[in-house]
């Protein structure tokens, strides 16, 4: 079975400042990882994906995640935050010989950017 | 263009209740799957349709649920008698490909917020 773990409930950091938010899975053979991003009153929003490749990846809003197949972490990060990034963030995982084809989530980590 | 679009956005009834919850998928997607996501809590997967079949219902909790999409297109989340933890949002999402190792996106729709009296 496919799992996901977003040790953090929060995440707080001033805005300018870097961020990372954590996530490490669990599932056989090589794993499809997503993040999505979630605002409130809103359906979740494709931010990036790792399938194979170089283990960074580069997504939508200046994120970026990077794959450790060691570790099995799909760290989501991001430079400098802004204040905007604030919203709750949602990692995935996905078996890709599992012919179901669903993601399973993460229980998400909400980010608070502080001006 | 448009996006997934889930109606209604919000819906309320009573414990017994039959409901009907509409997802219409992006234009030209095969693939459809709906989730749910109970509060503070990540979306669980319920069903994934692949064209007008159900590829996997694994994940609908029990026999009260069922989700058609007769056309391939526009589908249908059904839940008859209505417990008070059926209350969640529900998600909607579509994605282009079928199953295996294509890592098609899964584009969401905002949700129906299903609260059960």
């Known amino acids: 079975a496919q799992s996901v773990a977003q040790p953090e409930d929060q995440v707080n950091v001033a805005e300018g400042n870097p961020l990372t938010v954590k996530c490490t899975y669990s599932?056989?053979?090589?794993?499809?990882l997503f993040w999505y991003v979630q605002y409130p009153n809103r359906g979740l929003q494709f931010l990036l994906k790792y399938i194979t490749g170089d283990n960074l990846v580069k997504g939508s809003y200046g994120f970026e995640a990077e794959f450790n197949k060691s570790q099995t972490s799909f760290h989501l990060k991001k430079p400098s935050a802004l204040v905007s990034d604030s919203a709750l963030y949602f990692c995935a995982v996905r078996d890709p010989w599992n012919a179901g084809n669903m993601l399973t989530f993460g229980g998400g980590t909400r980010l608070m950017v502080k001006p | 263009g448009a996006g997934v679009s889930q109606t209604p956005s919000n819906k309320v009834t009573e414990k017994g209740k039959y409901v009907e919850l509409r997802c219409d998928p992006i234009?030209?997607?095969?693939?459809l799957y709906w989730y749910r996501q109970s509060l503070g809590q990540g979306p669980e997967f319920l069903i994934y349709?692949?064209?007008?079949?159900?590829?996997?219902d694994s994940g609908l909790p029990n026999d009260r649920f069922f989700a058609v999409r007769p056309e391939g297109s526009v589908s249908t989340l059904k839940i008859q008698r209505t417990e008070r933890g059926d209350s969640a949002v529900y998600l909607c999402?579509?994605?282009?490909?079928?199953?295996?190792?294509?890592?098609?996106?899964?584009?969401f729709g905002a949700g129906t917020r299903l609260s059960v009296l």
């Open positions: 234009s030209g997607h095969t693939a």
């Open positions: 999402a579509s994605s282009s490909g079928s199953s295996g190792t294509s890592g098609n996106i899964q584009y």
């Open positions: 349709f692949q064209g007008t079949g159900a590829a996997d």
């Open positions: 599932v056989s053979g090589n794993p499809y």
